[in-house]
């Protein structure tokens, strides 16, 4: 994380009356390990030759804090850092058990031609609305509301998962299965058939889905569980 924006070395001296502050270590993102699921279990759906019938991705989610609008901090003659709206700040612990809330902020040098340079930095609740800044140690003397929402990341390798519908022949019904991790790489590729005159449920990975009706080129379907996370 920077600690100061590259341009404002100027700035540690007013912001920090000359004294060297020791670095600090990165908070640790409060988040846990989601799987979002589509369509839920219990919903009918139809789909054409070649769409998805159910799809999985995954990430983490935890708390964060965003502003409706832009916030300003800590403004002087030299600078204004300006919390962005809708700004995911998320909940993040310090190596000594604080909350803090970190993302990315603007700082702006007013003796710069309001140049502006992105931080990330985390911000420390005060009394009264106000705000500290964890990693330059400011404690700001403007006050504002921010809304805690859900923040979902997705995942470091963006893992997905996809049941696709390709074809029909007869009773017979062909699925295709992808892994999906990156944007575009497939980790893995299965293609299965089932035959709806033996079992009207089919599905694979832990997908179950009850097969409703079937055309050439569409089938209806109804959702009863997702993939094995």
Known sequence: MLRYP???GFAVVSLASCAVLQPKLP???????????????????????????????YGLSGVALQAEQAQVLCEDLSKRIEVPAEQALVASQTADGQTVYCGSLEWVNSFAGQERTV??????????????LYFNEMSCPESFVLNEVVHVAPSDDGWRQELVFTGRS??????????????????EQQDVSFDTNDDSVIGIKGVRIEVLELTSTSMRYRVISGFDS
Do not use: K
């Not at 985390?122 to 106000?130: A, D, N, V």
């Open 6 to 8: 590259a341009f404002a």
């Open 27 to 57: 908070p640790e993102p409060m988040l846990e390990f989601v799987a979002a699921s589509s369509p839920l279990a219990g919903e009918e759906r139809t789909v054409a030759v070649g769409e998805v019938l159910v799809t999985a991705s």
């Open 119 to 132: 931080i990330n930095e985390c911000l420390q609740p005060l009394e009264g609305g106000r705000w500290n």
């Open 170 to 187: 007869g009773t017979q019904v062909f699925l295709r299965y992808r892994e999906m991790r990156g944007l575009s790489a497939e980790a």
